[in-house]
């Protein structure tokens, strides 16, 4: 979603665009209309105290593929609450720049629920620039740059 919006804002800025296991959403989506599943997270945050907060998940071996105590360790100290709007705000890809920007898509699919969530990020096959979409596939969990970084250095060194 961040990519995308931000793509949109700057396209003469961004030589091209990797989605790593990520929403790919069209213009005016919010990360519930791109996920379906992140309703979830909306339902979680509106239900806290403060009704914005969205607390990170319980950090527990296997979560995003993890199960090394220095990466769970690791995790845990990245991870902050965020807000809620940040699931809610529809993204905008209105810039006629941005179009001539590719894009390459990277869907990890180490079990079976990354493959589900890769599958229901339909790409379509066309970019917006006409090409063909560009879509690999990395066998790891969401958190690739942890779990397979040798993996994932060599698909993006494809890209450089």
Not at 23 to 28: I, K, R
Request: charged fraction near 20%; include cysteine; hydrophobic fraction near 45%.
């Amino acid at each position: 979603m961040v990519i995308s919006d931000a793509a949109n804002q700057v396209p003469e800025r961004i030589r091209h665009l990797v989605y790593l296991d990520a929403m790919v959403p069209l213009d005016g989506e919010t990360a519930v209309d791109a996920h379906a599943a992140a309703q979830f997270q909306v339902d979680r945050a509106l239900a806290t105290d403060s009704g914005w907060r969205l607390p990170p998940p319980p950090i527990v071996p296997g979560l995003y593929g993890l199960s090394e105590a220095s990466d769970l360790e690791w995790l845990r100290a990245m991870f902050s609450d965020m807000s809620v709007r940040g699931l809610q705000e529809p993204v905008r890809l209105d810039n006629p720049a941005l179009t001539a920007v590719p894009r390459t898509h990277i869907h990890c699919v180490a079990n079976t629920d990354a493959a589900a969530v890769a599958a229901s990020r339909a790409v379509p096959p066309i970019q917006p620039n006409g090409k063909p979409s560009v879509v690999w596939t990395l066998v790891a969990d969401h958190d690739c740059m942890i779990t397979a970084p040798d993996e994932l250095a060599k698909l993006l060194l494809k890209l450089a």
